[in-house]
């Protein structure tokens, strides 16, 4: 699936919910959610814990400037969930520590964002240590023909769900 929305639309709501459902229902579903920066990573972890909370499914958060012994430790407990930077994933993957073969879902969030930042030859090598056999969501606020041709080599025949944002009329009265 491609997903196409601004920041702040739900995306991230709208692909930890059905994957958490798809983990209980399916106690050995793993997934990777790969993300440009430390700090986006980091929200998506503190979602997921929150959607997570009680359900005996836990994450982990692979980032840099953060300890790698430590994240090494977390990975050694059989997580189900992995959250992180195309640096950090490459690097766990390199080290042995990470082993993509058993993750069928995957969650590329701000693909367009991560070209821009140079990432495409990590992107492509994460996606090549995965099964060919895959969920795979794809979401960016825009899709270029970068975009395009990445989802191209790793998606077929995807679905592509456009959310459009626009401003609310001004003569619509709103309260929170």
Do not use: W
Not at 128 to 146: H, I, Y
């Amino acid at each position: 699936m491609i997903g196409i929305a601004n920041t702040g639309e739900g995306k991230t709501a709208a692909f930890l919910i059905p994957l958490i459902n798809k983990m209980i229902l399916h106690p050995n579903e793993k997934v990777l959610v790969v993300i440009p920066t430390r700090e986006l990573a980091l929200q998506i972890d503190e979602e997921f814990m929150g959607f997570a909370r009680g359900l005996g499914i836990y994450s982990v958060l692979l980032v840099g400037g953060a300890s790698i012994n430590m994240q090494i430790e977390r990975l050694r407990r059989k997580v189900r969930m992995v959250i992180g930077t195309p640096g950090r994933i490459k690097d766990l993957i390199e080290r042995g520590e990470l082993d993509l073969s058993g993750f069928k879902n995957l969650v590329l969030d701000e693909a367009d964002r991560m070209l821009d930042m140079g990432f495409v030859g990590d992107m492509r090598e994460i996606l090549g240590a995965m099964p060919v056999e895959k969920q795979a969501l794809f979401f960016s606020a825009t899709l270029s023909a970068e975009v395009r041709r990445l989802c191209g080599d790793f998606l077929r025949d995807p679905v592509s769900v456009t959310v459009k944002s626009r401003d609310t009329s001004g003569s619509v009265e709103q309260s929170v």
